[in-house]
């Protein structure tokens, strides 16, 4: 996904926004070659401390998905209210590295997901304060 203008990121950690395209950032084991997501400041396989940022890219395999279809609790802070509350898709998303990313899902229809299928990185308004920008978050969408 190419980004055509600044956005405000719930997490911008998490994003690598490198010549504007967008991509997972995690880490990575110097010692062992383990990657992590979020980004790690030590290896649980081999207990090294040296790690480096990884680029996981942005695409990946739907591995398993439901549907939110109520109102999170605390600390979720969507901001909408619970009438206005929308269900919304929530998946692990296998990355070519082998990490399984647990993100939001652009579709929230049991029709169109499928366990193995090719999902790609975008961004998805998370919460709208009345007055303000949206903030955004990663998302996975068919490919």
């Known amino acids: 996904m190419m980004l055509d203008t600044p956005k405000k990121l719930a997490c911008p950690e ?9 991509a997972l ?29 990884y680029r996981l890219g942005s695409e990946g395999t739907l591995w398993s998905w439901t549907i939110q279809g109520f109102r999170p609790k605390a ?28 993100s939001r899902l652009s579709v929230a229809d049991p029709a169109l997901l499928a366990i193995g299928m090719p999902m790609i990185l975008t961004l998805q308004a998370y919460r709208q304060v009345p007055g303000e920008a949206p903030v955004y978050t990663y998302a996975f969408a068919p490919a």
């Open 14 to 22: 998490l994003l690598d926004l490198a010549g504007g395209r967008l």
């Open 25 to 53: 950032l995690g880490s990575r084991c110097r010692a062992c070659g383990e990657v992590y997501f979020p980004a790690s400041h030590g290896c649980t396989r081999c207990c090294a401390t040296d790690m480096e940022p």
């Open 75 to 102: 600390p979720y802070n969507g901001g909408e209210s619970e009438a206005d509350f929308r269900p919304y898709g929530v998946g692990y998303v296998e990355m070519p590295s082998g990490v399984k990313v647990e």
